[in-house]
């Protein structure tokens, strides 16, 4: 990593111990008024599902997930199926998971090692990479152009670790450039080379509705009291604004340790002090945590009322023993039960509240500078090209 980040992170820790001392926190100049509209509407929600979700890259796989040739994943997304799979040339590469005969899915959901897919409604095969290798009892069926019925390419991009797919075929993908400073960020933790140990999925409310939670720390009191709040004290963050993406820092309730250390160490005492979150727009939090790292994938559910958030669990390095590994599996489940029962649920319950016709605005405060920022970008991604002007933290 830069130097220069590690700087970065010094200051930011600087300013949370100031936080804490002073009991104030980050703050925009002014609150902000979203319309309610914009948690119910089927029109938003189907705009955002066209220029947001199928327009920008997605992350949707760890390298981890994939690390061998001949390795896939296949997964729904909005109803849209995707598989990803790693080729003998060691590149990922991205399909719409569709038969080019018939429309059958060739891949069933989940994750596994082949060198070629055979399609289970009439055996049509696949490389890999694509291409169509095999049509079952071939001198029967008539000649076809097997090149024209490959499968369906999705732009990808393999980067710091992550596999990005934009889900529009033949949309331009530039994933380094829509990162921009975040790489940094992301480059530096080398999640190519950590341990993948499992995904959980969960239904919520509207996708913003679910992520605006992950955007703050200010529910921390109210909503973790005995969870979060002992580790993080409330209402207590900073904000850094990378082009659409967001880095928030959380201070532990241990940062005045910080002080025992020269200044110069500041910078590289993530989770001895202060914690990070790293969020790419639009749906991706990464938290690392000294337990274990989550990183959570929101998508729109079927309707504007409901999600589905997939919680993957992740760490530096395979825990050696098996009790260790049983273990950091009960720190997972544990972490995924405090999201669903602590955030999700009370999710469900502003989503009833936003349908009641009870506000006609959500209001975000001065202090909740994340959301903010979210949902000035999102204004923007739905916004007409020519009229549009990136918003700024």
């Not at 992550?162 to 889900?167: G, K, N, P, S, T």
């Not at 910078?267 to 001895?272: A, T």
């Not at 790419?280 to 559910?301: C, D, H, K, R, W």
């Not at 509240?353 to 979210?374: C, D, I, K, P, W």
Request: aromatic residues 12%; negative net charge; hydrophobic residues 40%.
């Amino acid at each position: 990593m830069d130097v220069d980040i590690y700087k970065d992170y010094g200051d930011i820790a600087e300013t949370l111990l100031d936080f804490v001392e002073h009991r104030t926190t980050d703050q925009a100049d002014a609150p902000l008024e979203v319309p309610v509209a914009s948690y119910l509407d089927r029109n938003q929600w189907q705009r955002e599902i066209d220029l947001v979700f199928r327009k920008l890259p997605l992350m949707l796989a760890l390298t981890a997930e994939l690390p061998k040739a001949g390795d896939y994943k296949a997964m729904d997304i909005m109803g849209q199926p995707v598989l990803i799979a790693r080729a003998r040339d060691g590149q990922a590469r991205a399909f719409l998971n569709v038969c080019k005969h018939r429309g059958m899915h060739i891949a069933k959901e989940g994750k596994g090692t082949c060198s070629r897919f055979a399609c289970q409604y009439h055996g049509w095969t696949y490389a890999n990479d694509g291409r169509l290798v095999g049509i079952a009892e071939g001198h029967t069926f008539g000649d076809v152009d097997k090149a024209a019925l490959a499968l369906t390419e999705l732009p990808c991009q393999e980067v710091a670790g992550m596999i990005f797919a934009v889900l529009t075929p033949g949309e331009p993908i530039d994933v380094p450039a829509f990162l921009g400073p975040m790489l940094d960020d992301l480059a530096a933790l080398k999640l190519e080379t950590w341990y993948y140990h499992k995904a959980r999925p969960m239904k919520g409310a509207n996708w913003k509705v679910a992520y605006d939670g992950y955007l703050e720390g200010y529910h921390f009191a109210g909503a973790h009291p005995n969870t979060v709040t002992p580790r993080s004290p409330s209402n207590r963050a900073h904000y850094t604004g990378l082009g659409p993406h967001i880095r928030i820092a959380f201070p532990q309730t241990s940062i005045a340790r910080l002080r025992d250390l020269p200044r110069e160490e500041w910078g590289r005492q993530e989770n001895r002090g202060y914690d990070f979150i790293r969020l790419l727009f639009p749906n991706f939090s990464l938290f690392v945590a000294p337990e274990m790292t989550q990183f959570a994938q929101l998508f729109p559910g079927p309707n504007p009322d409901e999600n589905t958030t997939v919680l993957n669990y992740i760490a530096p390095r395979k825990p050696e023993s098996e009790a260790d590994l049983k273990a950091f599996d009960r720190m997972c489940d544990f972490f995924y039960d405090v999201v669903l029962e602590e955030d999700y649920d009370l999710g469900l319950k502003v989503q009833n509240g936003l349908e009641s016709g009870a506000m006609e605005h959500v209001t975000f405060g001065r202090n909740e500078r994340g959301n903010q920022y979210f949902h000035k970008w999102l204004a923007y991604y739905l916004a007409d090209p020519a009229t549009r002007t990136e918003p700024t933290l």
